[in-house]
Nanobody, 114 residues
């Protein structure tokens, strides 16, 4: 089974920025939409946004002013740029093929410290 690998998480202060990456082999990545979800401790997994194979994007209403998803098909990578981070953004962030809710990867931890 194909698995996407998330990276780029870490500890950041309130108001800071992070860029997460979601990568897979080019053969399996190109031509596919990718979605981002996140899961905070004790909470259900939450939709963040997605990017289609053509580059169209959609975001959770509460995040669309601070988060930006982009893709670089030459690197078989999708990015999640997160700006003006808040403590409530602390979560494990996951990516997956658009519409696929199985076979989640390990995710990458983002911790926003005040």
């Amino acid at each position: 089974q194909v698995q996407l690998v998330e990276s780029g998480g870490g500890l950041v202060q309130v108001g800071g920025s992070l860029r997460l990456s979601c990568a897979a082999s080019a053969r399996t990545f190109n031509g596919k939409g990718i979605m981002w979800y996140r899961q905070a401790p004790g909470k259900q997994r939450e939709f963040v946004g997605f990017i289609t194979e053509g580059g169209g994007t959609n975001y959770a209403n509460s995040l669309k002013d601070r988060f930006l998803i982009s893709r670089d098909d030459t690197k078989a990578t999708v990015y999640l740029q997160m700006n003006s981070l808040k403590p409530e953004d602390t979560a494990v962030y996951f990516c997956n093929f658009l519409g696929n809710f199985e076979n989640w990867g390990q995710g990458t931890q983002v911790t926003v410290s005040s």
